[in-house]
């Protein structure tokens, strides 16, 4: 029997995906340099990139917002170095804090939104700008910034050495320069994940389930480890990893009334064995992936669509929640076995436009709130998301 398609109310598809001010900071100048890049489209193979005329380099200040003429209204990217440190992203700039928050360094300046920012420490980073994916990196903890190349796709970025890193199924070794393509299933719903060069994660819809498969040779064979009966198709995957054989799944679901339904599902010995973490459905949006109509068991996050999801190891990982509809429409849960148990934070928070969350370890993180009128605001949490401290208020949008 083939799936049938849930229609909703009103089919209103509001989810956006997701893995990331003003005041006092030290003056001075970052060279960013722009170097060679490469063609963004993915290869099968490693080729040499084509070179380009290299931009004179030039040199943005390094200051903070109210010292400069960097507008930093809407936060679009953020990731930590460590519970103190860490880079935030917007329209055309990066910024960095070393005392959680409290204050910030305008450190590159250039056209396009920050898409996404990833750190392998408190030296090397990367920052994606722009729909065309302007791949920037810095190796000196942002005092300088260059340009690297071209993103192949806009799946989330994850380096795991210096020069290694994956893009869903695009792998480069060379720090971004070239990518390649690794292979995946037919029908492939949304990004496939690769935790490393011979471990991925795919999820696809078979008739009248949904299977998540899983590759150990980089592509080249894939199995099905895990297949759910479901009464409505997903309409986007989120994958994400924190071992070779652990994988978070997020199933999203039909859209309609502001509302999102979406599931979350966990494996931590490689599939053989699945924890059901959440199990979301909405009067909008109908049945959560993977389970039948009218099933509304299952632990549930606050809010009626989701949030960014942030995983810290085989046991923990975070998800916003968010309710377009209420006063407070933003809010954290967390699992810390694994997906056994889910709590739901008691704190809500304003903020009408993109949430963002990254978390340092199992205690403490980073909350951002955006907002259309309002200016944008981070919290920080030290005791696991219990309660968050509001640290900044960024400059008001214009």
Request: with cysteine; charged share 15%; net charge neutral.
């Amino acid at each position: 029997m083939m799936i049938k398609k849930y229609m909703p109310i009103a089919a209103i598809t509001l989810f956006a995906l997701t893995g990331c001010q003003s005041s006092g900071g030290a003056s001075g100048a970052v060279a960013v340099t722009e170097s060679p890049t490469s063609s963004a489209a993915v290869t099968t193979a490693p080729t040499a990139p084509a070179a380009t005329p290299t931009a004179a380099p030039t040199t943005v200040p390094n200051k903070n917002t109210s010292a400069s003429n960097v507008s930093m209204s809407t936060i679009t990217a953020v990731r930590l170095a460590d519970a103190k440190s860490g880079w935030i992203g917007g329209k055309g700039w990066i910024a960095h804090t070393n005392n959680g928050g409290t204050q910030w360094q305008v450190q590159y300046q250039g056209a396009g939104d920050a898409k996404q920012i990833f750190a392998l420490n408190g030296q090397d980073a990367w920052a994606v700008f722009g729909e065309e994916g302007k791949l920037v990196n810095t190796k000196d903890g942002g005092q300088h910034w260059a340009s690297v190349g071209q993103m192949p796709n806009a799946a989330f970025l994850h380096f795991v050495t210096k020069q290694e890193a994956f893009s869903g199924n695009a792998h480069t070794v060379d720090g971004g320069v070239k990518w390649t393509k690794m292979p995946v299933p037919e029908g492939t719903v949304g990004d496939a994940y690769f935790h490393d060069a011979k471990n991925g994660w795919a999820v696809k819809q078979v008739k009248d389930a949904i299977e998540v498969d899983r590759t150990q040779d980089g592509g080249k064979t894939w199995k099905a480890v895990l297949s759910r009966k479901s009464a409505v198709a997903p309409t986007g995957a989120v994958i994400r990893s924190a071992g070779a054989d652990d994988a978070w799944v997020e199933l999203i679901g039909e859209s309609g009334m502001t509302q999102t339904s979406y599931s979350l599902f966990h494996t931590k010995d490689g599939g053989k064995n699945w924890q059901t973490v959440l199990a979301n459905s909405t009067a909008g949006g109908g049945p959560a992936p993977g389970f039948p109509a009218g099933d509304n068991t299952g632990p549930k996050n606050t809010g009626t669509k989701p949030g960014p999801l942030y995983v810290v190891s085989p046991d923990v990982a975070f998800m916003g929640g968010q309710c377009p509809s209420c006063d407070k429409p933003n809010s954290v849960g967390w699992t810390k076995d694994g997906g056994k148990t889910w709590v739901n934070g008691q704190e809500t928070f304003t903020g009408y436009g993109e949430l963002l969350l990254a978390m340092a370890d199992v205690n403490q993180g980073w909350l951002l709130t955006n907002d259309t009128a309002q200016p944008s605001v981070m919290y920080t949490t030290a005791n696991g998301g219990v309660k968050w401290q509001k640290a900044h208020t960024f400059d008001a949008p214009k």
